[in-house]
């Protein structure tokens, strides 16, 4: 996996081999069309979330413009039922996204790999104990629980939509962690390790993550874009915080209040679009990761 | 065999288990109590008819009544069928609202995860090996599986449903017309199912052409595959056998993917008011119906149980080494 | 069958150029010869074998011509090989443990890729079943899944397997490292059988295990760096070997019965040059203790004796 003139650089005393090992897979991650362009289309959207509401001097939901009115100079995606700025609440949305999929994103990953990790490196009991519980978490059907939580205990803000969410998306990355942990456990450095004296956190962090480092940046990119649309579909039911615009909510109002049947067509696209292109985005940037990452898929 | 069916079938009841303990045990988190506050508001309306909905709440929420004995009420409530009155078509019992509603929402998900999975495995191994059809199927299948299930319902809604004046957008059948088993009738469900069905139907139908492509590509770079072309094997039994076993981490991927599938069936069915599982929860968020809620989440958790379980069945029987591996492989 | 090869070239194609691989090999086998095929990692003996019945998507035929039987061995048509693989020329591959589909039977698998190629499973099964039985295994494994055996029985049932249709030219490639030495004498005595019954004509024999291989071949072929060093009958190259290489070769091994505090084990030190870019001349020529001006000049791969060929200058 390593290029034999970075390996005979190392060996040669010149960089040390974690170093270049980033190194040389940013050089290729840079050149490579599938990262470059998902990520310039992610970035996109992450710039227009941060920069569009700074420079309006109303509020997503003010009522601010004509009621139902299409696309125009002044509203460049119109206004809803109610003379609200949709342009503005998309941008708006696109914050709440990229929150949420951060955080929730964030959390199911460490959740995941925590839990994978020590059950693959512990084994034994806490195994079999921490497995139970993957497989539970995994089987119960995610939204139908959050449901159940949200309709009594109610959620109020991002943050917490996203603490749901991050709870729930773990399993897959614990099981597919577990099983690469059990098979690097085995390997001479880890056995060395051991008997150096490291202990067994330290041993994690320092010895099996580094080796896995790839499998998780790809790992929390997929985990980003399962916690937008899971929270766009939580928000669509109603059960998402409804202080903030989301991109969810956005859609609801729309169904509401009847935007298919008077064809406000500005009101309900663009968030769904705005979804999938970020969603997608990611997705295509992990193909090109994967191909950064094994280079026996680059050579095309 | 025994010991692999029962550690699956342990996970799966210790899964009810915990889901029916959720479902106890979360009202009682909430501020106030909402049951009570429900009952009292149903009771002005309703005094009389309130009997059964008081005496089974008392028996599971009761403050009378010690906390260990109400969750042991609450499960003996459930064996005999009993979840409550649903205070939105008050008197209706619980488990009748629910199997008038079921029938809707496994008319939209069988079909739909059948003949995606189905179709998305066959033109996923076509555009492994086409490089024309690959260029067309894989970036359509990304936009796809990224795609809102939600959105698409309701982009079809709009634009053919509306727009186009194709289909109905609303109900499970035309509300001037009343069930009966005739063809017209017949016609007039297709009609209502087949926008909701195909929405479900595209966004399922990229993941599983996603994965497919990826997995045949995959095993005709295996071992077994480049012996087969050494020994001049035509390409047609090559991909016959990287086709059999790449679909066998795809039935294991159907079941990681149940859930997300059931969640979309059920924002679907919202778009298009389907008067299936969906729609019963909205209504019941709305109507604060929380025996209805209740109940509907417990089915739906014990039907996505059957599923998985079905698939492991499936799974064993069509995977050699699995069945193998359990009897003890011999030397 | 009698193989020709005349100034073979295969390279493979990467991404900073082509890999010289295989750097004109020309050497011919003669019917029922069974030849051993070695020296290190990288040499480009497999490459060798592997040309031979088919290129996989890297290599590339660059030049030379390959004759079995008098008729034209089109190595570079993959469509054109398809008919000759199996029926003229087969292989035991080097992953021949995991060589067999997972999920067939061994014998639903054999009776289809027999069927495939247009043959009648039925007018082979008794064969099949008597050649199983010669290397040890009984019928019933025509009922099991590979996961069943173990990984020397897997190893036997694809011996058999190759060389069901009798083909002129056989490739076994590393036949033998990844078995135990009680199983890997088995095999090699079976491989010598297949030929002493004619199952099969010339075998080519690829390992890194001069020591083996001594004990089945009739000839031994040595290469380096891409380039065929030294071919000789097995007997010579062990005893009276003529190029320098196959000399340090032979030293580095360790002998049963010798201490090592009495006599260290040398290795050969150095590394085989990269073949994306070659060096001109004899290549082994950095690391030779005999190495002198005229090196600088490729020596030919020439008969110094009879039936031995080597290339170095130093020994003709």
Not at chain 2, 156 to 184: E, H, K
Not at chain 3, 285 to 294: E, F, H, N, S, V
């Amino acid at each position: 996996m390593i290029d034999s003139t970075i390996l005979a650089e190392a060996e040669a005393g010149h960089l040390p081999l974690a170093e270049s090992k980033t190194r040389e897979a940013l050089h290729y991650a840079l050149r490579n069309r599938k990262v470059v362009g998902g990520l310039a289309v992610v970035l996109a959207f992450l710039a227009l979330g941060l920069a569009a509401p700074l420079f309006t001097d109303h509020g997503p939901n003010d009522f601010v413009g004509p009621p139902a009115a299409p696309p125009s100079g002044d509203y460049w995606l119109g206004t809803t039922t109610f003379g609200q700025d949709v342009f503005l609440q998309f941008a708006n949305g696109i914050r709440s996204t990229f929150l949420v999929g951060f955080l929730g994103g964030g959390l199911a990953a460490l959740i995941g790999m925590t839990v994978g990790f020590v059950a693959g490196y512990r084994g034994g009991l806490v195994d079999e104990l921490l497995n139970m519980l993957t497989n539970v978490v995994l089987v119960l059907p995610a939204l139908v629980v959050l449901i159940i939580f949200h309709a009594y205990v109610g959620v109020t803000s991002v943050p917490m939509q996203a603490l749901f969410i991050g709870a729930f998306s773990w399993p897959w990355v614990a099981r597919a962690v577990r099983a690469q942990t059990l098979s690097l456990r085995t390997r001479e450095f880890v056995d060395l390790a051991r008997l150096s004296g490291m202990r067994t956190t330290a041993i994690i962090r320092r010895e099996i993550a580094p080796n896995m480092s790839s499998y998780l940046v790809m790992t929390f990119i997929l985990l980003f874009g399962g916690a937008v649309l899971f929270a766009a579909t939580l928000d669509f039911i109603g059960l998402g915080p409804t202080d903030v615009v989301s991109l969810g909510l956005m859609m609801n109002s729309a169904v509401r209040w009847s935007a298919l049947h008077l064809g406000l067509w500005w009101w309900f696209v663009p968030p769904g679009a705005g979804i999938t292109a970020i969603v997608g985005s990611l997705y295509i940037m992990n193909v090109g990761l994967d191909e950064v990452f094994n280079p026996k898929l680059r050579e095309e | 065999m025994r010991r692999y069916f029962g550690r699956k079938l342990f996970i799966y009841a210790l899964t009810f288990i915990v889901a029916v303990t959720i479902n106890w045990m979360v009202p009682r988190f909430m501020p106030g109590d909402p049951v009570l506050r429900m009952l009292t508001r149903t009771s002005v309306s309703n005094p009389d008819a309130i009997a059964p909905m008081r005496a089974y709440y008392e028996k599971v929420f009761g403050l009378d009544v010690p906390l260990w004995k109400q969750y042991l009420n609450y499960w003996a409530e459930l064996f005999q069928g009993n979840m409550g009155v649903s205070v939105w078509l008050f008197p209706t019992p619980v488990t009748d609202v629910i199997t008038g509603a079921v029938p809707y929402t496994l008319a939209l998900l069988l079909p739909s995860i059948l003949l995606s999975w189905w179709a998305g495995n066959k033109v996923g191994a076509l555009a492994a090996r086409r490089k024309w059809l690959d260029n067309s199927v894989l970036p359509a299948s990304y936009v796809l599986t990224a795609t809102p299930y939600m959105w698409l319902g309701i982009l079809l809604a709009w634009s053919l449903g509306l727009v186009a004046g194709l289909f109905p957008i609303a109900g499970g059948y035309s509300f001037d017309r009343q069930p009966t088993w005739s063809a017209a009738f017949l016609a007039d469900l297709l009609a209502h199912w087949i926008l909701p069905f195909l929405s479900l139907f595209l966004v399922a139908f990229g993941g599983w052409a996603i994965g497919m492509r990826n997995l045949i590509i995959y095993e005709l770079e295996a071992d077994y595959a480049s012996y087969l072309e050494a020994l001049g094997a035509p390409r047609r039994l090559v991909r016959r056998y990287a086709f059999r076993n790449a679909l066998l981490p795809q039935l294991t991927g159907l079941a990681l993917q149940l859930g997300v599938i059931v969640a979309g069936a059920l924002v679907t069915e919202i778009v298009f008011g389907y008067p299936g599982l969906g729609s019963l929860i909205l209504n019941a968020i709305t109507n604060q119906d929380y025996f209805l809620l209740q109940g509907v989440f417990l089915f739906i958790v014990l039907g996505v149980l059957i599923a998985n379980f079905a698939i492991d069945v499936v799974y064993v029987l069509v995977d050699p080494r699995t069945r193998i591996g359990m009897q003890g492989g011999s030397a | 069958m009698a193989l020709q090869v005349k100034d073979l070239r295969v390279y493979y194609r990467t991404l900073r150029g082509d890999v010289q691989a295989l750097d004109g090999a020309t050497f011919t086998l003669a019917d029922g010869e069974i030849m051993g095929l070695a020296g290190e990692s990288g040499c480009g003996k497999s490459t060798l074998g592997k040309s031979l019945i088919r290129l996989d998507a890297r290599m590339r035929l660059v030049g030379g011509s390959v004759e079995l039987d008098g008729d034209i061995l089109p190595i570079g048509d993959d469509e054109a090989m398809r008919p000759l693989r199996f029926t003229k020329v087969s292989l035991i591959p080097q992953y021949a443990m995991s060589a067999l589909n997972p999920t067939r039977k061994i014998g639903k698998l054999i009776a289809e890729l027999l069927r495939s190629r247009g043959f009648d499973y039925g007018r082979f099964r008794p064969e099949l079943i008597r050649r199983l039985e010669l290397v040890g295994l009984g019928r019933e494994v025509l009922d099991n899944y590979p996961i069943e055996l173990s990984g020397g029985m897997k190893q036997r049932v694809v011996m058999v397997l190759s060389t069901l249709l009798d083909p002129g030219l056989l490739i076994a490639d590393e036949l033998t490292s990844a078995l135990d030495v009680s199983t890997q004498r088995a095999v090699a005595e079976a491989l010598v059988e297949f030929r002493d019954r004619r199952f099969v004509g010339s075998i080519i024999v690829i390992t890194h295990d001069i020591s083996l291989v001594y004990q089945i071949a009739d000839t031994i072929m040595v290469m380096y760096a891409g380039k065929l060093a030294e071919k000789a009958p097995a007997e010579t190259i062990v005893t009276a070997p003529r190029h320098p290489y196959t000399q340090l070769l032979l030293s580095s091994l360790p002998e049963v019965g010798v201490r090592y505090s009495d006599r260290k084990l040398t290795g050969i030190p150095g590394r085989p040059p990269t073949l994306l870019k070659p060096p001109g001349g004899c290549r082994f020529r950095d690391r030779c203790p005999l190495a002198y001006d005229k090196c600088r000049e490729e020596p030919p791969f020439t008969e110094v004796a009879a039936d031995h060929l080597v290339a170095c200058w130093k020994a003709m």
